[in-house]
Nanobody
Framework: VQLVESGGGLVQAGGSLRLSCAAS????????MGWYRQAPGKERELVAR???????NYADSVKGRFTISGDFGKIMVDLEMNSLKPEDTAVYYC??????????WGQGTQVTVSS
C-alpha cells in the first residue's frame, strides 16, 4: 500500500494551498490519519491529525489557519492551508496509523512559501 500526496507547490505569503493524500490499497483498523512536515535542518513535526472519531489536533503554529479533513472509508486525508507564512515552508508528509502495523508514510510533497 502506498500513500500518494499531491497539491504542494510555490505560493506567496498569505496564500492558500490544499494538500491531498490517498492510499493505493486497503488499510485495515485505521486509528488516525495526519500530516507532518520537515523543514531543512529540523526534525519532522506533527502538523495536524484526525482520528476515526473525528477528533482533530493541530500544532499550535497552524491553529486557525489549517484544517484537516479525512475520509476513513476511502483512506483519503486533505489539509487546507490558509494564510501561509514563509515558516510553513517544508516537505509535507501524509501518515496513516493502523492497529498492529507500522505507520504508513507518503513520499512527501514540497510546500514553499515566499515572502
Amino acid at each position: 500500500v502506498q500513500l500518494v500526496e499531491s497539491g504542494g507547490g510555490l505560493v506567496q505569503a498569505g496564500g492558500s494551498l490544499r494538500l491531498s493524500c490517498a492510499a493505493s490499497g486497503s488499510i485495515f483498523s485505521i486509528n488516525d490519519m495526519g500530516w507532518y512536515r520537515q523543514a531543512p535542518g529540523k526534525e519532522r513535526e506533527l502538523v495536524a491529525r484526525i482520528t476515526r472519531r473525528g477528533t482533530a489536533n493541530y500544532a499550535d503554529s497552524v491553529k486557525g489557519r489549517f484544517t484537516i479533513s479525512g475520509d476513513f472509508g476511502k483512506i483519503m486525508v486533505d489539509l487546507e492551508m490558509n494564510s501561509l507564512k514563509p515558516e510553513d515552508t517544508a516537505v509535507y508528509y501524509c501518515r496513516v496509523t493502523s492497529a498492529g502495523t507500522y505507520p504508513f508514510w507518503g513520499q512527501g510533497t514540497q510546500v514553499t512559501v515566499s515572502s
